[in-house]
Nanobody, 121 residues
Framework: QVQLVESGGGLVPPGGFLRLSCTAQ????????MGWYRQAPGNERELVAT???????KYSDSAAGRFVISLDSAKNTVTLQMNSLKPEDTAVYFC???????????????WGQGTQVTVAS
């Protein structure tokens, strides 16, 4: 299995910034891509930003221009720098990884436990 360890959530005023990090502990797996999703109360989980070797970088419309995703492949760590935060960015943010076992082609999806981001004055 791939275990995802997240850090960096918290409370920030509107206009502020936060950095989320997620490290994949992946014995026996090759990471194909990593990213961040979020879920606000009453809403479905939605993509924020992802990076994969196949598809490159993707951002949601709300994240584009404000958030930056980066992937350190050597450390299996994905970072989401969130700038100009808005109250509507308040949600639980989940780290996501897509990986396959060495020698296998089947891709599996893994999720972190989630970290709360609250944007309020």
């Amino acid at each position: 299995q791939v275990q995802l360890v997240e850090s960096g959530g918290g409370l920030v005023p509107p206009g502020g910034f936060l950095r989320l990090s997620c490290t994949a502990q992946r014995p026996g797996f090759i990471i194909d891509g990593m990213g961040w999703y979020r879920q606000a109360p009453g809403n479905e989980r939605e993509l924020v930003a992802t990076f994969s070797s196949r598809d490159g970088t993707k951002y949601s419309d709300s994240a584009a221009g404000r958030f930056v995703i980066s992937l350190d492949s050597a450390k299996n760590t994905v970072t989401l720098q969130m700038n100009s935060l808005k109250p509507e960015d308040t949600a639980v943010y989940f780290c996501n990884a897509v990986a396959r076992r060495y020698g296998r082609s089947l891709l599996q999806t893994f999720w972190g436990q989630g970290t709360q981001v609250t944007v309020a004055s």
